[in-house]
């Protein structure tokens, strides 16, 4: 049965399903991880992003106190940033290791250490994600290690391939600490790259447990391939490693996201998700935009077309010929609950191939970028065109308008070394049509 209406059309095909969920108790007895938040770190001893370098956490966890102390840096790492709370999310440890942008690998290496009132404190079990261990789309590879042997891992769901490399081998320093130093458990990411720091990229991320610890070492790093890409890259990785129940604290509705998924199929869009643990879900909303700014519905889904063992599969055809004029569009879901009250989900762009809007390419230099960003590009007509500067959270932080002309443009966004570390999309807009965005670092 179709279960999608769409607002354009000339009425809107209305089902509602009610649903009861049961079966919660299964869980019970099973012990929950504290959820600890790491903020405000001060440097107690050593160096800021040398080797000895220790940085104290107060209070993580209910008066128990976190000590990150750097080990060793390895093949030109440099720590950036001991905790980016700019974007990504706050109560997780988030630290930005750069690399030299050379072929090879480079890491940081951290003990991790807990105590109450100065003496070390055992958790009974000690659960943390190593969240969205992503590329640069070009050459670079995150990657986050745990050192000691018989690591016990998981991965976030076995019907989504991880796009992770796993490996066990020795520990790649040798330098003595709390841990069994002859091996290291290794999880290298994928080049591709997912924007921002995304929980729903479950192929990209990892889960360790760890019980009756007051410790344990990791490391964060990149790896930069040899791969015959010879573009510009971003050797600045933005780390963001979550302590607790990451379903449970970071799922952005009142549902929990398994995949989100939009695909240009034969002149429409194919919009697919799929979840588990509805709370009072009452129905999606599709909504569209072509700038990344101004969203507006343009479907609702009320009832999931499959359900497997706790599992709702939900689908949606935006067959609208207004996108074909686009060359990129972008879908978010809203979700709203009984109550009347909404969420929205990440934002998913999909590129548009076609003869009514021929395909621009802008090219944005340098990239990274310290005060200054060149954006060139080739317009088909003279006109007004918007380059906009949208940091992760999808907040436009700098924007500038300027007349072009038919042929080559280049324009210019400055005044840009207040801004925070990180990386941002460039979108230009040219005469009301997105026609290109790219991603870049600021360093």
Do not use: C
Request: glycine share 8%; hydrophobic share 40%; net charge negative.
């Amino acid at each position: 049965m179709n279960k999608n209406s769409t607002l354009k059309g000339k009425f809107i095909f209305i089902l509602a399903i009610f649903t009861l969920l049961s079966g919660f108790s299964a869980n019970a007895g099973k012990p929950k991880p504290p959820k600890f938040k790491f903020s405000n770190p001060t440097l107690v001893s050593g160096t800021d992003g040398q080797i000895g370098a220790k940085y104290f956490f107060k209070d993580v966890y209910n008066k128990k106190d976190a000590y990150i102390t750097i080990i060793n840096i390895v093949g030109g790492a440099v720590l950036k940033d001991i905790d980016n709370t700019s974007t990504g999310y706050p109560d997780a440890w988030q630290p930005t290791v750069g690399g030299p942008g050379t072929f090879g690998i480079s890491y940081i290496k951290w003990d991790v250490e807990f105590d109450s009132a100065d003496v070390p404190y055992v958790f009974s079990l000690l659960d943390l994600s190593a969240v969205d261990v992503d590329g640069d789309n070009v050459r670079v590879r995150e990657l986050s290690g745990i050192v000691g042997s018989n690591i016990n891992y998981s991965l976030p769901d076995s019907l989504i391939p991880s796009l992770l490399t796993l490996s066990s081998t020795k520990d790649l320093d040798n330098l003595g600490g709390t841990d069994d130093d002859d091996s290291v458990f290794m999880a290298l990411g994928p080049v591709a790259n997912r924007v921002g720091i995304d929980t729903l990229a479950l192929d990209v991320r990892i889960d360790y447990t760890f019980a009756n610890r007051s410790s344990f070492q990791i490391y964060t790093g990149s790896q930069v391939d040899s791969n015959g890409n010879n573009g510009a890259i971003a050797s600045d990785r933005f780390h963001s490693i979550y302590f607790g129940d990451l379903f449970g604290t970071f799922s952005i509705l009142p549902v929990t996201y398994l995949t989100f998924n939009a695909a240009l199929n034969n002149n429409k869009v194919d919009l697919s998700w799929s979840v588990n643990a509805e709370f009072k879900n009452d129905h999606f909303e599709v909504e569209r935009s072509f700038d990344q700014i101004n969203f507006a519905t343009t479907g609702i889904v009320l009832g999931a077309q499959s359900s497997n063992n706790g599992t709702h599969q939900y689908s949606f055809e935006d067959k609208d010929k207004e996108f074909l004029k686009h060359n990129a569009t972008y879908y978010r879901l809203k979700q709203v609950d009984v109550n009347g009250k909404f969420t929205y989900s990440i934002v998913k762009m999909v590129r548009i191939n076609n003869t009514i809007a021929k395909k621009t390419t802008i090219q944005v230099m340098p990239n990274p970028y310290m005060d200054r960003v060149n954006v060139n590009f080739e317009s088909n007509a003279a006109g007004k065109a918007e380059i906009r500067l949208i940091n992760a959270a999808g907040i436009v932080v700098k924007k500038t308008e300027s007349t072009i002309n038919k042929g080559d443009n280049t324009l210019h966004l400055q005044d840009l070394i207040d801004q925070h570390a990180g990386m941002y999309v460039v979108n230009v807009i040219v005469n009301g049509v997105a026609i290109d965005s790219q991603k870049i670092i600021k360093n």
